[in-house]
């Protein structure tokens, strides 16, 4: 019975290099609408990313990119430097590799205000 | 065979033999428990932005990697003042052959309780269900398969298992509703999925029946990080509220009346496991009058084990 037990734990909390890499928290986060533009988007993932398979655009309402610089991955991170955002929507599209090739992606929208 | 024998699951089965059904009280305890029986469903998956936990009661449209260890069933009902007690212990484990075709192996254990009667107890037949993913539109969130279910006649205890085999072709799908428009907002985390089978018993003087169901899910995770930023932490934006219906409905040899269950509950999925927990509650009086509960820990085989077990034998991972 321990040893059952102790399998449903290991299962539960010791697979952190080995499972999909869920979105769990962005900011500016889905829905959010902002009173000054924000200068870069950080996307943070339940689980460590393959750098060179993850990424993200962002893009105005007329479907332009927006992002300054090139995306930055490490670790469960996204970083992404925003160009000067003027008052809009825009629109965020995400995604992510973890270490053992099982792939996630994404999309929300943020709004910038007057 | 009674009406609702065809859910077609051991769960249901396993009250239907020979001698069960001699047995009024148990015969009508097997009619009511078959109702509820649930297809002890399991497949998770990911469609585009989606991702669909596993359902506990109903057959979703995945070829997955996973084990459904231990799907516990507490069933308890009264008919014409006769009660029975039924409890289920069941397994399910699934293993991709080649990417979207998987093959499923489930049984369980079976004892049914009726008040002033000696118990019935035994392990269910096995069950033995190929599926194949036809169409899988991650854009669209959309995805059908087809599935058989081979019930293996037999291979149960002879106290509680069928002695014939039967079968269940079977078609499924699922659609996440991420694809409406912006404005729609909070229906967009909705999904459902839903299955259609036939159900033909290897005994011909059994009637067949239409073995129909599905889940309508709420999916928090997409609320949280597709639609709105509600501010949940990692435990509550893995959770799904759902709503499960499984029915069967005879269609010919006198079997009665439609019989079913409706199953509200919530589930939780986490990195590799999943939690979930459901009421079971009867439709009419033909299924039952009492609520019962159902309760299962699923494991992402595929998450565990990505480099070696969670992947097909035949073509490497999706």
Same mark, same amino acid.
């Not at chain 2, 059908?144 to 499924?172: C, D």
């Given at each position: 019975?321990?040893?059952?037990?102790?399998?449903?734990?290991?299962?539960? /909390?010791?697979?952190?290099?080995?499972?999909?890499?869920?979105?769990?928290?962005?900011?500016?986060?889905?829905?959010?609408?902002?009173?000054?533009?924000?200068?870069?988007?950080?996307?943070?993932?339940?689980?460590?990313?393959?750098? !060179?398979?993850?990424?993200?655009?962002?893009?105005?309402?007329?479907?332009?990119?927006?992002?300054?610089?090139?995306?930055?991955?490490?670790?469960?991170?996204?970083?992404?430097?925003?160009?000067?955002? !003027?008052?809009?929507?825009?629109?965020?599209?995400?995604?992510?590799?973890?270490?053992? %090739?099982?792939?996630?992606?994404?999309?929300?929208? /943020?709004?910038?205000?007057? | 065979?009674?009406?609702?024998?065809?859910?077609?699951?051991?769960?249901?089965?396993?009250?239907?033999?020979?001698? *069960?059904?001699?047995?009024?009280?148990?015969?009508?305890?097997?009619?009511?428990?078959?109702?509820?029986?649930?297809?002890?469903?399991?497949?998770?998956?990911?469609?585009?932005?989606?991702?669909?936990?596993?359902?506990?009661?109903?057959?979703?449209?995945?070829?997955?990697?996973?084990?459904?260890?231990?799907?516990?069933?507490? @069933?308890?009902?009264?008919?014409?003042?006769?009660?029975?007690?039924?409890?289920?212990?069941?397994?399910?484990?699934?293993?991709?052959?080649?990417?979207?075709?998987?093959?499923?192996?489930?049984?369980?254990?079976?004892?049914?309780?009726?008040?002033?009667?000696?118990?019935?107890?035994?392990?269910?037949?096995?069950?033995?269900?190929?599926?194949?993913?036809?169409?899988?539109?991650?854009?669209?969130? @959309?995805?059908?398969?087809?599935? /058989?279910?081979?019930?293996?006649?037999?291979?149960?205890?002879?106290?509680?298992?069928?002695?014939?085999?039967?079968?269940?072709?079977?078609?499924?799908?699922?659609?996440?509703?991420?694809?409406?428009?912006?404005?729609?907002?909070?229906?967009?985390?909705?999904?459902?999925?839903? %299955?259609?089978?036939?159900?033909?018993?290897?005994?011909? %003087?059994?009637?067949?029946?239409?073995?129909?169901?599905?889940?309508?899910?709420?999916?928090?995770?997409?609320?949280?990080?597709?639609?709105?930023?509600?501010?949940?932490?990692? @435990?509550? %934006?893995?959770?799904?509220?759902?709503?499960?219906?499984? @029915?069967?409905?005879?269609?010919?040899?006198?079997?009665?009346?439609?019989?079913?269950?409706?199953?509200?509950?919530?589930?939780?999925?986490?990195?590799?496991?999943?939690?979930?927990?459901?009421?079971?509650?009867?439709?009419?009086?033909?299924?039952?009058?009492?609520?019962?509960?159902?309760?299962?820990?699923?494991?992402? *085989?595929?998450?565990?084990?990505?480099?070696?077990?969670?992947?097909?034998?035949?073509?490497?991972?999706?």
């Amino acid at each position: 019975m321990r040893f059952g037990y102790a399998v449903i734990l290991w299962c539960m /909390f010791a697979t952190a290099a080995s499972a999909h890499a869920f979105l769990q928290h962005a900011e500016p986060g889905a829905g959010a609408s902002l009173k000054s533009a924000p200068k870069q988007l950080v996307l943070n993932f339940s689980e460590a990313l393959e750098p !060179s398979f993850s990424g993200v655009e962002v893009t105005d309402s007329k479907g332009d990119s927006v992002e300054a610089a090139s995306i930055a991955v490490s670790g469960s991170s996204m970083r992404a430097t925003l160009k000067p955002l !003027s008052p809009g929507q825009y629109r965020v599209k995400w995604h992510a590799v973890s270490l053992d %090739s099982h792939r996630t992606e994404g999309q929300f929208t /943020f709004t910038v205000q007057p | 065979m009674d009406v609702l024998q065809q859910e077609a699951r051991p769960f249901l089965h396993t009250l239907i033999t020979s001698k *069960i059904m001699a047995h009024t009280p148990l015969r009508l305890s097997a009619a009511l428990f078959l109702t509820v029986a649930p297809n002890l469903a399991a497949a998770h998956g990911i469609l585009g932005d989606r991702f669909f936990p596993a359902t506990i009661t109903t057959d979703d449209p995945f070829a997955a990697d996973e084990l459904a260890l231990p799907t516990v069933t507490f @069933f308890r009902h009264a008919e014409d003042g006769e009660q029975v007690f039924e409890r289920e212990y069941e397994f399910e484990y699934s293993k991709t052959i080649f990417p979207g075709f998987a093959l499923s192996l489930d049984g369980g254990y079976v004892d049914a309780s009726p008040v002033g009667e000696p118990a019935e107890r035994g392990f269910a037949n096995l069950e033995l269900s190929p599926i194949y993913e036809l169409i899988r539109d991650p854009e669209s969130e @959309f995805i059908t398969s087809a599935a /058989f279910r081979w019930e293996v006649g037999g291979t149960g205890s002879k106290a509680v298992a069928e002695r014939a085999s039967s079968y269940t072709p079977t078609l499924q799908f699922g659609k996440g509703f991420g694809n409406l428009p912006d404005s729609a907002g909070s229906l967009r985390p909705f999904a459902v999925t839903g %299955s259609i089978g036939y159900a033909i018993p290897g005994d011909g %003087s059994e009637p067949h029946t239409i073995e129909w169901g599905g889940a309508v899910e709420y999916s928090l995770l997409y609320l949280q990080n597709n639609v709105r930023d509600q501010g949940f932490g990692p @435990f509550v %934006s893995r959770l799904t509220p759902v709503v499960e219906f499984s @029915f069967s409905s005879p269609v010919d040899n006198d079997g009665g009346s439609t019989t079913g269950t409706i199953n509200p509950g919530i589930l939780w999925s986490g990195q590799s496991v999943q939690l979930g927990v459901e009421a079971i509650i009867p439709i009419n009086r033909a299924t039952g009058h009492n609520i019962g509960v159902i309760a299962q820990l699923h494991f992402y *085989i595929h998450d565990i084990f990505p480099h070696s077990l969670g992947t097909p034998i035949f073509g490497g991972a999706r």
